[in-house]
């Protein structure tokens, strides 16, 4: 998608496997939001993106589940299997249709450019002793939940997101802006969007800065990117 070449270890299967065990532990250890309204609302947004998905990156099959969780803290995941989480204080933060849909066009492009996988990989090659046995035992063996975890960007606590390298948070970046552009929203929601999150303060936002690139640089690379994303708006 991106071209460029990756190290991917674990197959597909496997990752996906992990995926839906480390969601249903999520499952677990959060609150649903008991809104149907807004379930519905974040449902109907990540359908349109998922519509602009080709098929040979992401399941097509109707397998994606999507669920809002009750928790303050701005964030969203996705995870391989098909699984996309949504904090109600994302909502807070994304006003818009449009500013939502970065956000989950962000995080699903995690997924579609398998940079769990490359992550995993990596750890693999750094330390002899972590093989893909034992990583895809982690869907599974709680001894291995923490690194699985870990590995697809969820904190060991629930409601705290790792990030991804800067390499693969400016990847997520762009592809995910030609997604939301290719879906019909406008693209420059998503410099709204960091623009918001570069004025929110309180305690959750302090947190989810202090782990990810700084807005001011994920703002200037959206804003290079939007020639492109604009071509694929006005063809929608």
Not at 35 to 62: K, N
Not at 86 to 112: D, F, K, Y
Not at 187 to 207: F, N, S
């Amino acid at each position: 998608m991106t071209g460029r070449r990756q190290l991917t270890l674990i197959s597909e299967d496997k990752m996906d496997a992990m995926g839906i065990a480390t969601f249903a532990n999520i499952k677990q250890e959060g609150t649903l939001s008991q809104d149907p309204g807004v379930t519905e609302y974040v449902v109907c947004i990540t359908r349109a993106l998922l519509e602009v998905v080709p098929p040979e990156y992401g399941p097509d099959d109707g397998r994606w589940e999507v669920l809002v969780f009750e928790d303050t803290s701005p964030n969203a995941f996705a995870l391989p299997g098909g699984k996309i989480g949504v904090n109600s204080g994302m909502l807070e933060v994304a006003t818009t249709p449009g500013q939502l849909a970065a956000v989950i066009g962000h995080e699903v492009s995690h997924v579609l450019l398998n940079h769990g996988n490359e992550r995993m990989s990596q750890s693999m090659l750094a330390d002899a002793t972590v093989n893909a046995a034992s990583i895809a035992a982690g869907a599974a063996a709680p001894g291995y939940g923490e690194m699985v975890a870990g590995g697809l960007g969820v904190g060991t606590q629930f409601g705290f997101l790792l990030p991804f390298s800067r390499k693969h948070e400016n990847e997520a970046d762009e592809v995910g802006q030609m997604f939301m552009a290719e879906a019909g929203f406008y693209p420059a929601e998503a410099i709204v969007l960091w623009q918001h999150m570069a004025e929110q303060g309180g305690d959750e936002i302090k947190q989810w800065q202090s782990t990810h690139p700084s807005d001011e640089t994920r703002i200037e690379r959206l804003l290079e990117n939007l020639p492109l994303a604009m071509q694929e708006f006005e063809r929608a």
